[in-house]
């Protein structure tokens, strides 16, 4: 949860970039936030997809680990 709660946090902070692409600036990449179109850099459009991936994969393991979690309660209680 507490990825996904970063994810969120850059992903409005990335509201505040520009409208329109300004290759003097590097705001070249389009992100579409929900319709709402702005551009990012590269070192910026890099860092939202690291973001996501590692709120991904902690949440995956979290999953996990509650399964197993579960697996072992239940098998204690059936002996």
Not at 31 to 58: D, P
Request: proline share 5%; aromatic share 18%.
């Amino acid at each position: 949860m507490l990825g996904w709660f970063w994810a969120i946090v850059i992903w409005f902070e990335y509201w505040d970039l520009p409208h329109s692409p300004n290759p003097a600036t590097g705001n070249i990449y389009p992100l579409n936030i929900h319709g709402y179109v702005v551009y990012q850099t590269l070192k910026e459009q890099l860092r939202l997809e690291r973001w996501q991936f590692w709120s991904m994969a902690v949440l995956c393991c979290g999953i996990a680990l509650g399964a197993v979690h579960k697996w072992i309660t239940e098998r204690r209680k059936g002996k």
